[in-house]
């Protein structure tokens, strides 16, 4: 008898209780093998997907690690490194006025402290109006107005510059005192110093006078007065018939430095006529590179108008103080005594 029909014949293997359990014990076998191998099969079903996010997190550190070196190489030396970073100014403000240079008739004030200020009146400033005394912000910022209106009347209109007429000028004053003004501008020479007279046969450039100044204003003596001081430089740049012969700037642009002071008068405490603008004493006027002869007469004319005085070839006009209105007023004249 072989093996197998042995096997088959075996007394427990004939018993069908036995059967039973067998097959049971095989299913479940089988069943917890199948179970085990899904089990299997799933862990290996995730193991790419895991071991690729572990790839990705790898490759994205790298470019970020990359990146920033990129950067770093491309980022400036400190500063320090190499000093700081300066930017040349476009201009220079200057504060003399060359004797020995190159003129351009249509670039007059090229070489001279003018050539950075405001044409007209609107280089004198003023601040922004505040109450003084019994005058309002309102009206001391009328005042400040006024003040710059009687500056550019007397120094900048070509009805005074070029024809000596000052009546426009005179009615911006108090009636009660226009009178007096106007003796005092007719008497020649006129040293008073509220206007500029263009001597007969000067004439000034097209590019108009230029000015650099400031105002203030503090209440008077009386109630009802405020007074306000100015301190201003005005340029006059001179048409030359011969601009080929001169030697710098110096003699076509003509310097007028001035301070004044003046008193706004208002209220029931003035009569009428006295009411508004009066001049008042104190102050003074400077003038350099100007006609010295045409100065003696009480008119300005330009520096060329002086014979033999072309000065030290490089040698420059130096006074500070007819250049700046906050510094004093020079204590030499511009021209010398006669």
């Given at each position: ?18 059967r ?23 862990r290996a ?24 070196i ?17 930017t040349?100014?476009?201009?220079v ?32 400033a ?66 008073s ?53 001169l ?60 014979p ?21 007023l ?9």
């Open positions: 008898m072989d093996e197998e029909n042995l096997l088959d014949s075996h007394p427990d293997l004939m018993d069908p209780e036995w039973k359990h067998a097959q049971t014990d095989a299913w479940l076998g089988s069943k917890k093998d199948r179970k085990q191998f899904r089990k299997q099969q799933r079903a995730r193991g790419p997907r895991g071991r690729w996010w572990v790839f990705a997190l790898f490759v994205a550190i790298l470019a970020v690690t990359t990146a920033a990129v950067l770093a190489g491309r980022r400036p030396a400190p500063e320090t490194a190499v000093g700081p970073v300066t040349a100014p476009t201009s403000n200057p504060t003399s006025v060359a004797r020995v240079a190159h003129v351009d008739l249509k670039h007059a004030y090229a070489r001279t402290p003018a050539d950075v200020w405001k044409k007209g009146i609107d280089g004198v003023s601040p922004a109006p505040a109450a003084a005394g019994s005058f309002t912000a309102a009206q001391v910022g009328d005042a400040y107005a006024k003040v710059k209106q009687v500056i550019a009347a007397g120094r900048l209109d070509p009805a005074v510059l070029d024809r000596h007429d000052t009546a426009a000028f005179l009615a911006l004053f108090a009636k009660d005192v226009q009178a007096d003004i106007g003796k005092t501008l007719a008497a020649k020479p006129d040293f110093g509220y206007v500029t007279e263009l001597a007969d046969g000067y004439h000034l450039l097209d590019q108009g006078p230029r000015t650099l100044g400031s105002m203030t204003a503090s209440p008077g003596q009386k109630p009802g007065e405020l007074v306000v001081d100015v301190k201003y430089v005005v340029a006059y740049a001179f048409d030359s018939p011969h601009p080929d012969s030697t710098g700037p110096w003699e076509i642009v003509s310097f007028v430095r001035s301070d004044e002071r003046y008193v706004v008068r208002q209220g029931k405490g003035f009569a009428a006529g006295s009411r508004g603008l009066w001049p008042d004493n104190g102050g003074g006027t400077f003038y350099e590179s100007i006609g010295c002869e045409a100065l003696k007469q009480g008119y300005l004319a330009p520096g060329y108008a002086n033999d005085d072309a000065g030290l070839p490089g040698e420059e006009k130096e006074v500070p103080g007819a250049y700046d209105p906050n510094l004093p020079p204590d030499v004249h511009g021209c010398p005594e006669s």
